[in-house]
């Protein structure tokens, strides 16, 4: 069902990019924005959304905008192998709630795989703030020596 249907401009993901709620923001052009998962399945698990697009997920989007999107997830990823130096990244991006999607504008899941942890379950563990704080200057601080 939620596969379809209009886009809710209440969704949290709106709401962070009007700057109604605060996020832990690592990334932001004049296209998109990404920031810290704030139930991280895995250390360094961030978000990359359009800040243009009202797309709700891949279906919807038009073709400049996921260009945008998906850009930007490469430039998230390329920055966290390097300074997380994981052992894997999962890209991961999912389509209505029977396919576990619980915010209905889309994103990008960057979630770095480590072999030796397991990864959390999806959207579950808020992660403590001085963790997120600390991390986000990490990579805030490493996307800048990127550009
Ligand atoms: P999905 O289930 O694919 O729609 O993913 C939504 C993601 O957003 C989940 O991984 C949640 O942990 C994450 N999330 C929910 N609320 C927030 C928030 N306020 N800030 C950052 N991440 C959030």
New binding site residues.
Partial sequence: MSLYGDYDVNN??AK?ISGD?S??KIYEDANTLS???????SYG?C?VISKKSQARNLLDIEADHLTNLILTTQKIAQVIAKELQPDGIKI???NGEAA?????HL?M?IIPRYIASELGV???KQADADTLRTLQNRLVSAIKLSV
């Fill in positions: 949290i993901f962070i709620i996020c832990y920031f810290l998962d704030l139930f991280p399945q698990h978000l991961a991006q999912f576990g999607q619980t915010v209905f994103h899941h999806h959207a579950c």
